[in-house]
């Protein structure tokens, strides 16, 4: 996928708009970790603010705050298959994270009516949507916090976390340095 000024453009807007307001404080603070939110191209603002809604939500559940400064990245399911099959990630799978950029992708259909769409996840997955946003977000969550792309080891995390745990993970370190 070639990417032009026009998309990164597009994006940064994207961000701008769906970002959560700042405040500003007197007194010097460390500042806690940032989660961005950011809708990929072709998203309009009021879109983008709706499905964030649903996907923040959803976030909110979990202990972003050991994840560390990390960006949620929304794309239109009509865009989604273009992205990751290419990458060799099966299109079928609504989420993927990126450990590279700190970055995890969200299929639209997880967070947004798109009937078509819904029908071929909820088949291939053999859940409602609902849970698989829930099982989705937990899994690339069990990743990103414990440095590790083992599928297994991400759905033991993932698993600890929907039951209101911290995920117990062997740590790698090499993933931490910068």
């Known amino acids: 996928m070639k990417l032009t000024a026009t998309y990164w453009i597009d994006s940064l807007l994207l961000f701008l708009l769906c970002a959560p307001p700042t405040r500003s404080s007197p007194l010097p603070q460390a500042d806690p970790p940032l989660q961005r939110f950011v809708c990929n191209t072709g998203y309009s603002q009021d879109k983008c603010h709706e499905d964030m809604t649903v996907l923040r939500r959803t976030l909110a559940k979990y202990p972003l705050v050991q994840l560390g400064d990390w960006t949620w990245i929304l ?99 090499e993933a931490k340095i910068r």
């Open 75 to 173: 794309v239109r399911s009509e865009d989604w298959k273009g992205i990751v099959t290419p990458r060799g990630l099966d299109p079928d799978s609504p989420t993927f994270t990126y450990y590279a950029k700190r970055q995890t992708f969200v299929e639209e259909a997880l967070v947004a009516d798109l009937p078509g769409r819904r029908k071929e996840l909820e088949a291939r997955w053999h859940t409602r949507i609902e849970k698989l946003l829930y099982l989705a977000v937990s899994h690339e969550l069990g990743h990103a916090l414990c440095n590790d792309r083992s599928e297994e080891r991400a759905n033991r995390a993932a698993k600890m976390l929907r039951e209101g745990n911290s995920p117990s993970c062997e740590i790698n370190h």
